[in-house]
């Protein structure tokens, strides 16, 4: 057993990675095999959006050991919001109380990502895909995931999180972020009651309905109470009432390749 929590301690990244790709592999073959879409045309839409990986990776993987220093370094320091807290050594504040925190801190990260045009344009390429599907998880733009970054090295900063919360939060993020994106929805009932506290694959398809208000909804990453709390919660739309992309940039053609799709932000469109 302890060789297995050391390798998971030693190889965080790799750790990762594999989680990714076991768990978009499993749900992506239930999708294909469940679901009235053809294996070609499933396949078409993934290996556009798989293409996203080539781009994150190497900037994600780079940029988590700025993560770990600042990390590091805060923790030796004392410096964060966490250790204001008492006991901040404890179990509680540094994990549960970490992972809450992190998690509001993506909640306010979200909400930047669509408030501030500049910002919006990198983001809407996730909010492009014309098909929600388990593969949609990948699709984001490198400036993007770089952007991820940076606020995430300062959320850390901020927060004195520990290596020990940044694990445990980017494994729970990473089965909740994936799992948010499926094609399948939750019976009414279980999402009435798991989305009192998580983000539920429905609560994640009106975020990416086509129009506002629905797009300005569930900016939630895990927790779905910051939403409730700040009033951006939305609770369901029927399946036949969504439509997946963004009114700007529905044109299939924009779609149709990895290419074309890294240079939407720099298109110049008459909104
Ligand atoms: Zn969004
Ligand atoms: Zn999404």
């Known amino acids: 057993m302890e060789h297995i929590n050391n390798f998971f301690l030693n190889n965080p990244s790799s750790t ?4 990714y790709a076991v768990i978009i592999l499993t749900l992506w073959l239930i999708e294909v095999t469940t679901l009235a879409t053809s294996w070609k045309d499933k396949w078409k839409h993934t290996l556009t959006n798989l293409w996203f990986i080539a781009t994150a990776l190497p900037v994600q993987l780079l940029m988590t050991i700025f993560v770990l220093m600042v990390s590091l370094w805060a923790v030796k320091h004392h410096c964060g919001m966490l250790f204001l807290f008492p006991h901040s050594g404890s179990f509680v504040v540094k994990y549960l109380i970490g992972f809450i925190l ?5 909640y306010l990260y979200h909400v930047i990502m669509h408030k501030v045009k500049p910002l919006w344009n990198f983001h809407l390429v996730h909010h492009s895909d014309l098909e929600l599907d388990v593969s949609t998880t990948v699709r984001e733009h490198p400036v993007e995931t770089f952007l991820r970054m940076c606020f995430l090295i300062i959320w850390v900063f901020l927060l004195g999180a520990s290596f020990g919360v940044l694990l445990l939060r980017q494994t729970i993020q ?7 994106h499926t094609q399948f929805k939750l ?3 279980a999402n009435n009651i798991i989305s009192w506290v998580f983000i539920t694959p429905n609560l994640h398809h009106v975020h990416h309905h086509y129009q506002l208000p629905f797009t300005d909804r569930n900016y939630g990453d895990v927790l779905s109470i910051w939403d409730r709390l700040f009033n951006t919660y ?9 439509t997946f992309g963004i009114d700007t940039h529905l044109e299939k053609h924009l779609n149709s390749s990895f290419l074309k799709i890294i240079k939407i932000p720099f298109l110049k469109r008459i909104q």
Do not use: M
């Open 174 to 180: 990473t089965v909740a972020n994936i799992t948010s």
């Open 102 to 106: 992190l998690d509001f801190c993506e």
């Open 187 to 189: 019976p009414t009932r």
């Open 16 to 19: 990762q990675v594999a989680l």
């Open 234 to 242: 939305y609770n369901s739309l029927p399946a036949t009432e969504i």
